[in-house]
Nanobody
């Protein structure tokens, strides 16, 4: 079955960096776009970034443009989110997501906390 294992979250000071990873299994990873979402405390889940199946195109949410970079390594079935210049408002649970033939699959989430 489709599964994702996310890693890389943690506590970081404002201005710091983190890299999240999401390893997929149970499907042909290279055939599907992948995305990262986040859910801040008490708020709705929102799109952070999306990358197409080949990595040729990316889309970013407005609040992270210029600070976050999504990438993928299809040989490793993994999508990454490099997060730089982190702000307290980036604090959230981060999820990877895939939509396959109308079905939506989510990772378990990884907590990112930006605080001094």
């Amino acid at each position: 079955q489709v599964q994702f294992v996310e890693s890389g979250g943690g506590l970081v000071q404002p201005g710091g960096s983190l890299r999240l990873s999401c390893a997929g299994s149970g499907f042909t990873f290279s055939s599907y776009s992948m995305s990262w979402y986040r859910q801040p405390p008490g708020k709705e889940r929102e799109l952070v970034a999306l990358i197409t199946s080949t990595g040729g195109s990316t889309i970013y949410g407005g609040s992270v443009k210029g600070r976050f970079t999504i990438s993928r390594d299809n040989a490793k079935n993994t999508v990454y989110l490099q997060m730089n210049s982190l702000k307290p408002e980036d604090t959230a649970v981060y999820y990877c997501k895939s939509v396959q033939l109308g079905s939506v699959y989510w990772g378990q989430g990884t907590q990112v906390t930006v605080s001094s």
